[in-house]
Structure formats: structure tokens, C-alpha cells
């Protein structure tokens, strides 16, 4: 349906196209009546604190006291899965899950209004399955964040060849193979970031419309990246955050990685100028973090 003065319109049969498109009348629905946010959130932007700007801290991101409320633009992370790796704990699910919900309340609470907030997970197991994106975004609606939707990576290219097959060419028990996982977006407070007049010279996009066209689209295709060649057991492709990153956020901004392991949100922040900030519990990760760090500034120097 076609309004002229104010273009496309939600209709019972859809529209071709979608042109100055008005939904008041979807989001007016009782649908949507239940999942207005009424939490107040202040429009103040603390300034984040030179000592730890472009740092990785030793410590839990269960406590990020080190960082100030409303100081960071863009949350980007994948955490542990707790899957029995050397770096993970062996811990319940509801300890898992509880982590996860006290790491997310912290980046809320640093996160500036209009922040953005990027978690790549996967779901675990067969018997039974664990959908961890789906608890992972119950949290995140528990805490306060609005979800902006899932995008789908897509590691077909790179998966490793499973043979876990369950029960082969029979119907008794056949197993899925995945060959995705889930990036989960989320914004604190509202869905649009302002930026103050005095810092639109300072804070500009830098994604290209070729770019904007292709990674609005919520199914993405990249490679994993290789542990072996990063030295840590679960490292996510620099193209990941790299996307992630110009999607969201401008330059000058501070990208927060609550788990940062081998440093890769890091790498993709100096890549697009950003500014970063990560915790870690372990000091052999922040030293190779940091060694890619340097190895990454030096190129750019050179």
C-alpha cells in the first residue's frame, strides 16, 4: 500500500517495494505493545580514561571497574563456550550462563546510549542440543538491551569436515553437521547514535556503499581462522570484527572486547581507526594479544 505523502505502508498483502515506508501501524500492534523498553537511559558520555585506552586488562570482565558508565560505543565479542578446551573452565550451565549475564550487565552499564553491543556464539552439543544464541538473547533482553537482529556466518567454505554422522543414510538417528554461528546485535538504550555537533569531524562513517549493501544482509560468508597459525584455541576471523566495526560505529570510537583472547577486535579496530579496550584472565594471551598489537602497528607505521 502507497500513502503519497508518506511513501510505503504496512499492508495485508506487502508492498513491491519499499519507499519512505511508514509502520507505525505494525509497531502500534498489540505484538509490539509488550516489548517497549520504559528503563530511562542518560544521554551523558563520560570520557574513557587514557591508562586504559588501547589496553588489554589483566582481569574478569565480571567487574569492569576500570571503565566508566557510558564511555564505550561498540561492545564486539565471542566468548568461551566452556566446551572443555584449555582455556575454559568446567563449569554448569547455569554458572556458564551466569557469567555470561554478569559480563553483559558490565558492558551495559559502559556502554553509551545508542551503544552497540556484537556477540558471536554457537550453539553446542547434540543430546541434547544446547541453543546457547537463544539463552544468550533472553539475557541480553533480561538486562535491558534491545535486539536489532542475527546475522548468520556461514563457515561452509571452511568448516571442518565432519563425519558425525549419527545413524548413516537411516532415519534412526541422523546428527546435523553445523557449518554456522550466530553474530547477536543488540543496542543499549536507543537505536540511532547521535553525535554531538563538535564531534562530527572527528567521528565520520568510514564503510563504503558496497560494503553497507552487502553486510546489511543478514547471512555473511567467511572463513574461519586457523588456531594454530593465531597460537589460541579459538580465535574468530579478523574480517568478523573488521565488518562489525564499520557497520557500527564511527571513527574514534572505543570497541570493547570483554573476552579478548588473541587480540583480534583489537587488530580490527587499529585497522579502521578505533580505539580499543579488552579484558583477559590469562597474561599468555594478553602477551601474544599484545605482540600481534605491536606487529600490527609496526605495518602500518612501515
Not at 515506508?21 to 509497531?27: D, I, L, Q, V
Not at 544521554?43 to 569492569?64: A, V
Not at 546475522?151 to 557449518?179: F, Q, V, Y
Request: hydrophobic share 30%; charged share 25%; glycine share 6%.
Amino acid at each position: 500500500m502507497k500513502n503519497k505523502k508518506n511513501g510505503t505502508q504496512t499492508s495485508t498483502f506487502g508492498t513491491s517495494g519499499r519507499i519512505n515506508h511508514n509502520s507505525e501501524k505494525f509497531y502500534n500492534s498489540k505484538l509490539y505493545k509488550e516489548l517497549q523498553q520504559t528503563k530511562s537511559i542518560s544521554d551523558k558520555t563520560n570520557e574513557f580514561p587514557q591508562k586504559y585506552l588501547n589496553k588489554i586488562i589483566l582481569g574478569s570482565c565480571t567487574d569492569m571497574k576500570e571503565i566508566p558508565d557510558n564511555s564505550v560505543h561498540l561492545m564486539i565479542t565471542s566468548p568461551p563456550y566452556n566446551v572443555s578446551k584449555e582455556y575454559d573452565k568446567d563449569l554448569s550451565l547455569t554458572e556458564y550462563l551466569n557469567l555470561l549475564k554478569e559480563t553483559f550487565s558490565e558492558t551495559y552499564r559502559v556502554l553509551v546510549n545508542g551503544g552497540r553491543a556484537c556477540i558471536n556464539i554457537a550453539n553446542l552439543g547434540r543430546k541434547p542440543y544446547i541453543p546457547l544464541s537463544d539463552y544468550v538473547s533472553q539475557i541480553m533482553n533480561g538486562i535491558g538491551f534491545n535486539m536489532r537482529g542475527e546475522i548468520i556466518w556461514n563457515k561452509k567454505s571452511s568448516a571442518s569436515p565432519s563425519t558425525a554422522w549419527g545413524s548413516w543414510k537411516s532415519a534412526a538417528n541422523p546428527i546435523l553437521r553445523d557449518i554456522h554461528e550466530y553474530i547477536l546485535i543488540f543496542s543499549k538504550g536507543n537505536y540511532k547514535r547521535e553525535r554531538a555537533k563538535e564531534e562530527l569531524s572527528i567521528k565520520q562513517n568510514t564503510i563504503t556503499k558496497e560494503e553497507f549493501m552487502m553486510w546489511t544482509k543478514s547471512i555473511w560468508t567467511m572463513n574461519a581462522e586457523s588456531a594454530k597459525r593465531v597460537g589460541h584455541p579459538a580465535p574468530f576471523p579478523i574480517e568478523l570484527p573488521y565488518r562489525l566495526i564499520k557497520l557500527y560505529s564511527f571513527t574514534n570510537d572505543v570497541v570493547l572486547d570483554p573476552f579478548m583472547g588473541s587480540g583480534t577486535t583489537a587488530l580490527a579496530s587499529i585497522r579502521t581507526n578505533r580505539n580499543f579496550a579488552g579484558y583477559d584472565v590469562n597474561q599468555e594471551y594478553i602477551n601474544l594479544a599484545n605482540k600481534r598489537i605491536n606487529f600490527e602497528q609496526q605495518s602500518i607505521l612501515t
